[in-house]
């Protein structure tokens, strides 16, 4: 017999996230992702001044708290042919890849890990056998047998008391948590310590950009000034304190966040074998090396990979009109006019759909059931993200991202075809954290020498004003945010807005069926998964969070009815 599980709303996310899933003999056969928050940001942004965007569209989400900005003055920037000085593009780089860490790990620990690690367990650990556990897999120095010990003590004291706190809720005790005591012990320690050092890495977003999360971007380059002598521009102290931080956190991540992803993995192996889901990757690229414009120069590569084919790394113009482009065949949208298709320089956001919505009780999947559109490419269903990333730099010949691929795939002694997968979705993430950790220690070491050379400059002012801008222009700026290709698509007239697009990673990974009823990423990777209790779906959020939603992200902005109604009429 067939039985709908409903997930609703999904944990351990950003946003709001609805999973159903049917599921037949223990099995899921069909499944829907729908996004229950109601988009508008691009209603927000029409009739704004450009320069203005990226302050609004960083506010999507708190998560990937930089990326929207930096696809949005890239955006303004491509739209009104700016380039930005070397010293700017450094800085965005070194933010990235803070970004990249902070995101990556505290995604790992703190919204991932409890799916494989069980809290509970870990009360049953021995403290001197974690101790060999963890000295085994890493020389990171916390790691004595009385380290273990304490930490047991508090976490006993944490559960008599009934109160879990962080810990409530979870599915402790399912028999698909594989883990030994002491392997529960060792991760639950290492939750603690990524807790305390994530507030640390972030301090590199407040040097460079005043504050985290929603640090300060500029259209034509970086707002803060470089004057190695100047108590309060970016100095000699402050970078130090930039060396020591990504120096600290390159640290944490091969002495913690990678052994531990290597440690745990063996036990789940089924799961190389289980979510892999769609068989297409994009990836738009990031990390310019000698401007945004300059895509060969980029340190992940841009291109798609169709079918799982590895031998073959597609072009991607985000341009082309039939390339990418949005369907709200099951969005609760409505389009002027033609229906179809319609790349994001032609799309359109509103709210006038006025057929069945919400409530939510059940969602109508023959019909619309989301608040995300649809992306395609070329007509195809795409995943985007960590797995993307790896898999068409790989591809492509990288010799970075090759060589980290190939070194985890050596220590895990698997082959690649394991990647294709949940596990190789969780694995990936910290494969290309480690990437990050290396190249922004690059980034910083070259802004560093320009310095010393004597180019200070962070900004330009070149077409500042608006008067010496073209009556229309249009732009696109592309990103890899943490979950996956970013982009933001301008329409500039008479020097405002005319209409703004943000396509991003989850929305391509979390969206509905298209109208040929392709499933995109979320929905295809749940197909054939196990579920051995209907009323702990442990299997379902192990697969989804491998993914690290980001609904508020896809939704772009939360509002009640009255207020979307307020400011449709502000701007119209
Ligand atoms: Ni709000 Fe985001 C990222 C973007 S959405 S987290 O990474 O862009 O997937
Ligand atoms: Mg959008």
Redesign the pocket.
Known sequence: MNSRIVVDPVTRI??HLRIEAEVKDGRIVDAWSAGTMVRGLEIILRGRDPRDAWAFCER??G??TT??ALASVRAVEDALDIRVPPNAELIRNLMFCTQYMH?HVVHFYHLHALDWVDVVSALKADPAATSTLAQGVSKWPKSSPGYFADLQKRLAKFVESGQLGIFANGYWGHPAFKLPPEANLMAVAHYLEALEWQKEIVKVHTIFGGKNPHPNYLVGGMPCAVNIEEANAINAERLALVGRLLAEAKTFVEQVYIPDVLAVAPFYLDWAGIGGGLENYLCYGDLPTGGFADVAGYKFVRGAILGRNLNEVLPVDPRDDTGIQEFIDHSWYEYEGAAGGRHPWRGETNLKYSGPKPPYEHLDVDAKYSWLKTPRWKGHAMEVGPLSRMLVGYAAGNADVKGAVTDALGALKAPASVLFSTLGRTAARAIESRLAAVWGLEFYQQLLANIKAGDSRTFTRERWEPASWPAEARGVGTSE????A?AHWIVIQDRKIANYQLV????W?ASPRDGRGQRSAYEASLIGTPVHDPHQPLEIIRTIHSF???L???VHLYEDQVEIARHELAVN
């Not at 945010?481 to 996956?484: I, K, L, S, T």
């Open positions: 950003e946003g999507v989400c998560v990937c990326v929207h995101d945010a943490p979950r996956g970013l991003v990673p989850s929305t990974n690290d939603p980001c508020a992200c896809a």
